[in-house]
């Protein structure tokens, strides 16, 4: 199947850096690493155990050069198939690289390895009084590069973010064996934020800063019982659009719960059907209190049994254990698991949870439904035996109309667990052709030989339904989805932008001229105004965002919220939306940006994101776009999560200087060729050509 | 379409569970490749496990690959090697089963480095019996306890000359004594499982010229005779029997000031090393002979507990019934043999266990778990309210308290390097709280901890929980 002794070509050279007995190709350990904690399964060549942070470039770049496809490996318990050597080649086992490097509690930072175990982090920050706050369920085991790589949530990144706000620079190794550092701050596009989620498909990190926090004075813990799990889904929905921001909000069915209390009764009453688990912090025991009542109350209003406070930290502990233990409990129910991975917003909730309802039992399957519910993140957790074969196909068929379910309602599908191999399928329903273009483009500026993880995420030609038309030329990507609700002015836009394309006129991108003065703007380069594009799309009461288009400012973004009681978790800052994102002076504005509607510079409209607050689903496009400079693509219209209740006192924001002291990097330059060859976009951030 | 679907479902006629869902129904398989038909005698019938009794095939597809497990493994810990993994022995004995694994030599490497801590089960929901799992691998692989001893006489002589000599002075003593023929016919290897022997040789300066049930049976006390009903049994553990003799004294005394009137059994090994060296028809034979001495004395005496002061040995007996799953006449004696033991880890209460000796704990005490009482039997309250209480303030908590010392029957000296390296982590513990004595239940511990002490930190020492309790009440 592979070209035979692919490594002993270079195991020679291999060993020299990793030491004799750290390659390793003996059947053993092939069989070893030809699974993980998902379906898929594929043998490697070669296994390489890395005991130093610093093999890893050399390894790689001796790889590249034979050809040979690669992929990094820690614990092995994604869920998604992300590790499993499709193409063969070698596996990089990175589990030994376990250093804390530091833990710096002025900066709030921790420096650590990838093989760093989530717990074990979390372990030696707590004598500190600090927390790192992605928590997956899996934290026991999985490791920080695995987080890394597969974006990873968890219960607390309802208030405090996914991995990819709790990251604070990257030390990166890219498939061709270079040894970078990027981190969200720095002028430019976001190449750190891409990284995160990436699944090793992009580069392999050895160091990462993680921004940690100090452990707040305050925590209280109350689960409640519901007769219904509808009912507790329109709890949820209601405590989080009521302006409670709980550090979680969990909800777990009965299958989960019986399986992880393992039979344990008399926690929660007779008839539970359905538990939430709400966690509140902070620094006000008042405030929390007055939130626990307001919670307490719409509970009650949706038939809530039992609202009950953890009295003791061994009550709390049994709640969490409870939780996080209900996917690997689910193992006492059948021998093998799979876990879907669906985002809705949160207002769909509970229509989401009757479709996935229906889904499985019309499959006469078994499912234990476990949510983290303030996200609108819902994992069905389908068991089955993987030897009866007529049951796998019945869930496999169940899990993808599940995702089907998930994308008619707006959703996504995946919001923490990856693509990997096992819904690179997926990614063909929830994105047009554009879109999937635009991601090959990034994998191919990062990973031209394509030897980096190979066949993840992205679909490959088997995964393309038959009837699905590619793109033959331009005009087949100018299919405008419905769902786009496109104004008249952004139209304009994508047929300006299209004719410019096709006469190869260069465009100099402008909004209202904050930062992009005339006098930057490169000759020869024909302004496309943006400000005319200033209508608010939608506000979403429900679900927490809100929809604008790029040339409004934010002064009148932010007044417009605040009528209607919302506000934006951000300083006041000068200029339109777009502009904004485009130059990256607050690069805290990420955290807030859920998706966004770009046009390419061949005027190819492309939905980026979402109005989830989870998206792991392809690459990290809408911070890539942070900080482009407009040299990548025009900003159409941006979807932000908001936050309900008045706007606090503005804080002082200055601006930072030096936010345009971009100087492109080999891999800036790669990606522009890629998304934009004939430099039509603000031509002078890339120099008159963009080198190749 | 929808039509089409239902007529696909097997009509499994399971009723809807309560949430509207149909319940799983279950799978079983007969597959087994792992060994020839006539080598069945050779292997168990079928594991108990927590989801109820499986055969080897199924016990080890529970397991859903989570790998919730592998952060508690000792094995993987230190190496970072899925190969060695709790986890990656459960996939290779079912590939082995499966068939997709063709050559069982290439599990060698996978299967001998387990320390059969059992510390995935207890992290495993489904629980998992991972240990039984390996050992049935090992089982075929290592041809039935042949191949295992040649070539651990072999290694022992090359690598352990001291562990050599101890030995012979062992079968001096078994012949000097007239140990059952059975043991003697089985030869030695019955013996090289006990833990880290060459080191426990250091401890046990001289070998003791009698055994403890030698002694022991010259107690009037424990005579039969005389008594009409007993509160328990003392079953003598190879450990404490023929190394540990001043274990086995004080347990007999501490059993006989707090817990009432007791015999003593007069036990044969409980067979747990013929049966972790793959010789599972002579462990049979260890444990029948055991249930029939129980028998003989509960038509006697009635109900009593057959007490050990061996965790291995006690959760071992505790497990008989798991031997017997295909001989219906053994399968009974077998499980009510097995409920009538307790580690004495277990069997003493606080109230019992004497008083808070003043000033008599110097220093601090810990307690380590040894993998058999708290995986292998659930054991961590009970010894710890007793330590408690006694201790009062000195006593500790040893961090990763049930983390294996790396003793773990012979594989202190069969892998020598992996071994040391999990004892070191014991010992950095150990030296985090500054303990001066460390209390273990199990004799693989004692000798393991104990050694590992003398030469690293020398201040500390390793006691069985008996001598504490023993020390305790006389000072």
Redesign the interface.
Known sequence: MFKKDRIAGIRQPLEEIVGRENVRTGEADILMYSYDAGMARARPEAVIDISSASQVAPVVKLLHGAGIPFLPRLAGTNLSGGTIPLKGGAILNLARLKKIHRIDTAAKVAVVEPGVVNMELQKALEPFGFFYAPDPASQKVSTIGGNIGENAGGPLCLKYGVTADNVEKLEVVTPEGELCTWSYRDPGPDLMGLMVGSEGTLGIITRAWLKILPIPPHIKTASAAFPSLDEAMRAVVRIISSGILPRALEAMDKVSLDASLGGRKGHFPEGTEAVLILELDGEDPVRIRTELETAHKICHDHGCAAFKMAESEEERAMLWQARKGAYPALARLAPDVLVEDGVVPRPLLPEALKATREIISSYKLTAGLLFHAGDGNLHPNIVFDRRDNEEVKRVKKAGYEILKSCIALGGTISGEHGVGVEKRVAMNWLYGPGELAFFQSIKRAFDPAGLANPDKILPVAADRPPAARQPKGLADTFVFPAKSGLSPEARDIVDELRLRSAAGTRTAVTGLGTRLGPGRIMEGAKPLQLARLSGIVEIDGENLTARVEAGLSMAKFRSALEKEGFRLELPELKGSVGGLIASNVCPDIRGLLLGLQVATAEGALLELGGKTVKNVAGYDAVRLLCGSLGAYAVILSATFAVSAGKAGKGENWKEPAGWDAFEPGPMQRRLKKELDAGNLLNPWVYGDRPSR | M?KD?EH???E?GAPA????????T??H?DVNELYPHEKAPSHLGSLLT??GEKTLY?AA???????????SCPTYMM?????ISA??RN??VR?LVEG????PA?????LSTCLLCGACSSA???G?PTPDIVLEGRRSLDGYGDNFFARAAVNTLLNAPRLFAFWLRLAYLVKRTGLPTLAAKMGLYDFIGMPALAEAETTVKEAPLRFASEILSGDPDLSPADKKKIDWAYFAPCGPNFVFTDVALATVRVLKRHSGEGVLIGNQCCGLLAHNYGRLSDAREFARRNIARYEELREKFGPFRVVADCSSCAAFMKSYEQLFTNDPEWRPRAKAFAGAVSDVLEFIPPDKAGEPASGACAGTVTYHDSCRACHGQGIRRQPREVLRKLAGKSYRELPESDWCCGGAGAFAFTQPELSARVLDRKLRNIASVQASTVVVGATSCLAQIGAGLRKCYPSARAVHYTVFLDEASNK
Request: proline share 2%; glycine share 12%.
């Open positions: 929808r679907r696909q479902i097997k499994a569970g309560e949430n509207g869902l149909a319940p799983h279950g799978f398989s927590l989801l199924d597809a529970q397991c859903n690959r989570c790998g919730y497990c592998e952060t190496t970072g090697r899925e190969t986890r990656g996939q290779f590939m997709r694994a063709k050559d290439d599990a060698k490497e996978s495993c929901y489904a998992v």
